[in-house]
T-cell receptor
Framework: DAGVIQSPRHEVTEMGQEVTLRCKPISGHNSLFWYRQTMMRGLELLIYFNNNVPIDDSGMPEDRFSAKMPNASFSTLKIQPSEPRDSAVYFCASTQRPGTGELFFGEGSRLTVL | DAKTTQPNSMESNEEEPVHLPCNHS???????IHWYRQLPSQGPEYVIH???SNVNNRMASLAIAEDRKSSTLILHRATLRDAAVYYC??????????FGKGTTLSVSS
């Protein structure tokens, strides 16, 4: 299996622009997570999907952030409008057994908002 | 959420064993103990996890105290490639893993 696939790997955009990050989880994994990592705040959980349904979105910073999982093989994290403080590395992860099994991370999408 | 406490940093020499401690005094009976590590400029990667018994795999060993209030990740022979941030995390079935600050391990040659 190719692992968790994220795109784009790098994105540079200007404040106010819409940003869409994409994730393809490992086939057969029913749980998907979006995390954000910055030097200041470390690795933060943004949202957790199980069987394509959002289970916990308490970590989503504000209304500018939205995440969807239209099917078992694809998820998006959208920021609109983007702000410089959204600059971070965004990781997607998936697993068959949330909380009790191995969590597989993608390589991350590094976002820079100017 | 049950919390873990880890030292901010540790140092080791190459080819020596490393024992990374983690305290989780408020652990519940259904909490699994997970260890992940994050190499520079990479995403976190799974190291090992367990519930009650000690666990071994090709990367490391996990020693869990009898009362489960602490655990130790053991790297048997550190290499330069093991320099990373190591996270000890408690997880319950059906929940997301919440990462703390972890322990930054430095390895010297």
């Amino acid at each position: 299996d190719a692992g968790v696939i994220q795109s784009p790997r790098h994105e540079v955009t200007e404040m106010g622009q819409e940003v869409t990050l994409r994730c393809k989880p490992i086939s057969g994994h029913n749980s998907l997570f979006w995390y954000r990592q910055t030097m200041m705040r470390g690795l933060e959980l943004l949202i957790y999907f199980n069987n394509n349904v959002p289970i916990d979105d308490s970590g989503m910073p504000e209304d500018r952030f939205s995440a969807k999982m239209p099917n078992a093989s694809f998820s998006t994290l959208k920021i609109q409008p983007s702000e410089p403080r959204d600059s971070a590395v965004y990781f997607c992860a998936s697993t068959q057994r949330p909380g009790t099994g191995e969590l597989f991370f993608g390589e991350g999408s590094r976002l820079t908002v100017l | 959420d049950a919390k873990t406490t880890q030292p901010n940093s540790m140092e080791s020499n190459e080819e020596e064993p490393v024992h990374l401690p983690c305290n989780h005094s408020t652990i519940s009976g259904t909490d699994y103990i997970h260890w992940y590590r994050q190499l520079p400029s990479q995403g976190p990667e799974y190291v090992i996890h367990g519930l009650t018994s000690n666990v071994n795999n090709r990367m490391a060993s996990l020693a869990i105290a009898e009362d489960r209030k602490s655990s130790t990740l053991i790297l048997h022979r550190a290499t330069l490639r093991d320099a990373a941030v190591y996270y000890c995390i408690l997880g319950q079935a059906g929940t997301a893993l919440i990462f703390g600050k972890g322990t930054t391990l430095s390895v010297s040659s």
